[in-house]
């Protein structure tokens, strides 16, 4: 079992930016696939961004690349996001999943085993 803790959101101004961080209590993240979902309010959960074991690749959904960035050690992952907009304002999630995920898969929500419980990214002015 790895349990997830999620932290770094907030309320920001749009083009202001956040960090976002994942942790694993007490394992390594190393061998696993990580990802990042988000869910708006009355929308489904959407794929944000996708990293592969031992950095072997990353994937990102079209609205944010070139704005989000995303990266991990041995035991976080994380999110860079600038030029933050509102309509990235949702609840973060990230996710972890077996490390012989394929890139095809790592935009779907069923590829991962393990989810964190949140953490709110405001965009307002």
């Known amino acids: 079992q790895v349990q997830l803790v999620e932290s770094g959101g907030g309320l920001v101004q749009p083009g202001g930016s956040l960090r976002l961080s994942c942790a694993a209590s007490?394992?390594?993240?190393?061998?696993?696939?990580l990802a990042w979902f988000r869910r708006a309010p009355g929308k489904d959960r959407e794929f944000v961004a996708a990293?592969?074991?031992?950095?072997?690749g990353t994937a990102y959904r079209d609205t944010v690349k070139g704005r989000f960035t995303i990266s991990r050690d041995s035991k976080t992952l994380y999110l860079q996001m600038n030029n933050l907009k509102p309509e990235d304002s949702a609840i973060y999630y990230c996710?972890?999943?077996?490390?012989?995920?394929?890139?095809?898969?790592?935009?779907?929500?069923?590829?991962?085993?393990?989810w964190g419980q949140g953490t709110q990214v405001t965009v307002s002015s």
């Open positions: 007490g394992r390594t993240l190393s061998t696993y696939s």
């Open positions: 996710a972890a999943g077996p490390g012989s995920l394929i890139t095809s898969s790592l935009r779907y929500a069923s590829s991962y085993d393990f």
């Open positions: 990293i592969k074991k031992q950095n072997y």
